[in-house]
T-cell receptor
Framework: DVKVTQSSRYLVKRTGEKVFLECVQDMDHENMFWYRQDPGLGLRLIYFSYDVKMKEKGDIPEGYSVSREKKERFSLILESASTNQTSMYLC?????????????FGSGTRLTVV | AQSVTQPDIHITVSEGASLELRCNYSYGATPYLFWYVQSPGQGLQLLLKYFSGDTLVQGIKGFEAEFKRSQSSFNLRKPSVHWSDAAEYFCAVAPFSGGYNKLIFGAGTRLAVHP
């Protein structure tokens, strides 16, 4: 019954590495989102996409990029990982024209950059 | 400024006690309103939502929330808390300015439950 799948629960990467976080949804949602979650700061939107090959910056896009080549898959890319990108990353999806079911979230990826 | 405020960062209650988590928003038109719960190490799960109509809404896990237009609030309640309710709770709004399809989250309230 899994609807939004994030490829890794835990990741440890070295400073300067290129990091890919993958998210797949099976609900035919148009919108997909990447958030990072840090203690005391809540959820902060990094990027979102409302269609294939479309993307928009969220509140904290610096140091990140995204890719959406297929409707069901939304990738977050850390071009050169830094220790301040150690965080919990959450992917979410929703329909474009209605929030009748809100956002559906994945289980999260806890990334540690050393 | 438009915002979603959860005034309590941490709340501790005893098992069996009642619970109320506060949420206030500042948007011109009444937004759509949501509560999510996040268990440790997990993603967020939708507890309940309010779009219109009856101002008292029922959700999963025995939770309810009441919309009060005059106070711009959407507080979450549970009459008797269970130890398994220990989690972080997020209020979220979908404002009219975003076409009602983009969520803005509060900073969260972490709930601890004493046995």
């Amino acid at each position: 019954d899994v609807k939004v799948t994030q490829s890794s629960r835990y990741l440890v990467k070295r400073t300067g590495e290129k990091v890919f976080l993958e998210c797949v949804q099976d609900m035919d949602h148009e919108n997909m989102f990447w958030y990072r979650q840090d203690p005391g700061l809540g959820l902060r939107l990094i990027y979102f996409s409302y269609d294939v090959k479309m993307k928009e910056k969220g509140d904290i896009p610096e140091g990140y990029s995204v890719s959406r080549e297929k409707k069901e898959r939304f990738s977050l890319i850390l071009e050169s990982a830094s220790t301040n990108q150690t965080s919990m990353y959450l992917c979410a999806s929703s329909f474009r024209t209605t929030l009748a079911d809100g956002y559906t979230f994945g289980s999260g990826t806890r990334l540690t950059v050393v | 400024a438009q915002s979603v405020t959860q005034p309590d960062i941490h709340i501790t209650v005893s098992e069996g006690a009642s619970l109320e988590l506060r949420c206030n928003y500042s948007y011109g038109a009444t937004p759509y309103l949501f509560w999510y719960v996040q268990s440790p190490g997990q993603g967020l799960q939708l507890l309940l939502k309010y779009f219109s109509g009856d101002t008292l809404v029922q959700g999963i896990k025995g939770f309810e929330a009441e919309f009060k237009r005059s106070q711009s609030s959407f507080n979450l309640r549970k009459p008797s808390v269970h130890w398994s309710d220990a989690a972080e709770y997020f209020c979220a709004v979908a404002p009219f300015s975003g076409g009602y399809n983009k969520l803005i989250f509060g900073a969260g309230t972490r709930l601890a439950v004493h046995p």
